[in-house]
C-alpha cells in the first residue's frame, strides 16, 4: 500500500527543500549556542501554511490531516527539532471555542502570529496528570491561578498560554475530574501578570526556553476557560493521538537525519587504505539503521491514517510513539558510534540529533506510559 499521494509528494518535497536549505543551516549555527528560532524563520513557515496544516480552510489553514502534518513534521525535524515543534504551538486550539472565536483566533494562528504554549505538568503531576494540583479559584467574573507548573515551552515567546488548573477537588479515585482548561493571553516576550518563571537549564531541545512558571494570585476573567469547567482532563486525551504521532514523525526525522549523515561520512572516511563503507560492520549497521527508521516511517503512515479517518486508535498511537522514539536514540547513537570521536563533537549535528532523540522517549507521554497504555489494552487494566 502507497500512503504517498502525488499531493502529499509535493507538500513533502516542499518541506524537505526548505529543511534542508533554511532550517539545518539555522540549526548548526544556533543549536550550540543555545540560540533562539529566529523570528525570520518563523515568518517563511507562517508563508509556508505550517502554522495551518491542520485548521480548516474557511479559517486560512491548509485544511489537512494528520498524515501531512506528520509529514512535515519529520522534515523539519530532520534538520532542528525545535522547528518541528514550533507547529503544534499553532494548529488550531486544543478544546472547545467559540465560532467566532475561531474566526479571530485561527487566521493568525495559521500565518504563525498568534502562537500557544502549553502548560499541564507540574513537579508532582508528569505522567501522572490527573495529579494536577495548581488552583484555579472562582472570584466573582475572575479566576485566581495559584501554584507552580514545569515544562512549559515558548512560555515567553507565546501569545497566550493553555493551562490546565484544578477547579474542584478530586472525587474519590476518579482523581482526573475537577480540572479545567484555560487560555491566558499575554504580551509576547513576557510572562502573564501574576507570574514569574524561572527557564530550566535543559541538555538539549535548544532554540527556545522551557519554563518552570509560578502563579501567584494571578488574575484571569472567567471568559479565558476553555471548554466545560472540570473537564479539562478529558481535552488533553482528546489531542494525545495527534500529539504523539507528531512525535513520532520528529523522532523519525532526527534518526534520518543521523542515517543520511552517517551514510555519507562512511563513504568519505577512509581507514586501513579504504572507505569504512566496505568495512561489513558498518555497511550492515547502516542497513539495520536504515530498516528501522523504515519500519517506523511506515507505522505512523498506518497511524496518522486512522486518526485522519476517526477511528479510535489509543493503542496504536502509543506504539508508534514508543517505537519510533526507542528507534531514534538508538540510531542516533549508532551514528555517533560510526562517527567515531568526531561524532563526539559539537563540530557535528551528530550530537544535537542524540540529545533531542533522548528527549522523544521522555514528552507526550515516557515509553514507560506507552508500555502501560498499550498492555491495558492487550490484557485489561490492573486493578487500583
Known amino acids: 500500500m502507497s500512503y ?5 509528494k509535493l507538500i513533502q518535497d516542499t518541506a524537505r527543500e526548505f529543511a ?25 513557515m507562517g508563508e509556508l501554511g505550517y502554522f495551518g496544516i491542520l485548521i480548516p ?12 502534518y506528520a509529514l512535515v513534521a519529520e522534515e523539519l525535524a530532520r534538520a532542528w527539532m525545535s522547528v518541528a515543534s514550533i507547529i503544534a504551538r499553532g494548529n488550531g486550539i486544543w478544546g472547545d471555542i467559540t465560532e467566532e472565536q475561531k474566526r479571530k483566533i485561527f487566521p493568525k494562528m495559521a500565518r504563525g502570529e498568534y502562537l500557544g504554549a ?21 472570584d466573582g467574573d475572575d479566576f485566581v491561578i495559584n501554584g507552580t507548573k514545569t515544562w512549559c515551552t515558548f512560555a515567553d515567546g507565546a501569545d497566550f498560554i493553555h493551562l490546565f488548573a484544578r477547579t474542584a477537588p478530586p472525587e474519590g479515585k476518579r482523581r482526573h475530574v475537577g480540572i479545567t482548561q484555560f487560555m491566558i493571553e499575554k504580551e509576547r516576550g513576557k510572562l502573564p501578570p501574576g507570574c514569574t518563571g524561572t527557564p530550566i537549564r535543559k541538555i538539549g531541545y535548544f532554540g527556545w526556553k522551557t519554563w518552570e512558571l509560578h502563579f501567584d494570585n494571578c488574575r484571569i476573567p472567567a471568559t479565558t476557560m476553555v471548554g466545560e469547567e472540570g473537564r479539562g ?5 482528546a489531542f494525545l493521538e495527534v500529539a504523539r504521532v507528531h512525535t513520532a514523525a520528529r523522532a523519525i526525522g532526527l534518526a534520518r537525519g543521523a542515517l543520511e549523515d552517517s551514510l555519507a561520512y562512511a563513504q568519505r572516511r577512509s581507514q586501513f587504505k579504504r572507505p569504512i563503507a566496505e568495512f561489513q560492520a558498518i555497511r550492515f549497521k547502516l542497513a539495520e539503521m536504515a530498516a528501522n527508521v523504515e519500519a517506523a516511517r511506515q507505522l505512523m503512515y498506518a497511524v496518522a491514517t486512522d486518526v485522519d479517518s ?12 514508543w517505537f519510533a522514539t526507542e528507534m531514534a536514540e538508538r540510531v542516533t547513537s549508532d551514528a555517533l558510534q560510526i562517527h567515531g570521536g568526531y561524532g563526539y563533537t559539537r563540530d ?24 502501560r497504555i498499550i498492555s491495558d489494552r492487550l490484557l485489561g487494566a490492573l486493578p487500583e
Not at 4 to 8: A, L, N, V, Y
Not at 131 to 137: E, I, P, Q, R, W
Not at 348 to 371: C, H, M, N, V
Request: hydrophobic share 35%.
Open 233 to 237: 482532563f478529558y481535552t488533553m486525551m
Open 310 to 321: 476517526k477511528r479510535r486508535c489509543d493503542k496504536e498511537a502509543s506504539m508508534v510513539k
Open 20 to 44: 534542508l536549505n533554511e532550517v539545518l543551516p539555522v540549526a548548526n549555527k544556533l543549536d550550540p549556542v543555545e540560540g533562539d528560532i529566529p523570528m525570520e524563520l518563523r515568518n517563511k
Open 118 to 138: 502549553f502548560s499541564l505538568s507540574e513537579p508532582d503531576a508528569g505522567s501522572d496528570l490527573a495529579n494536577v494540583s495548581c488552583k484555579a479559584t472562582r
Open 57 to 68: 480552510e474557511e479559517y486560512g489553514g491548509l485544511g489537512l490531516g494528520c498524515f501531512e
Open 4 to 8: 504517498i499521494t502525488e499531493e502529499r
Open 348 to 371: 557535528l549535528p551528530l550530537e544535537r540529533y542524540w540529545r533531542d532523540a533522548r528527549l522523544t522517549k521522555i514528552f507526550e507521554g515516557t515509553s514507560q506510559i506507552q508500555l
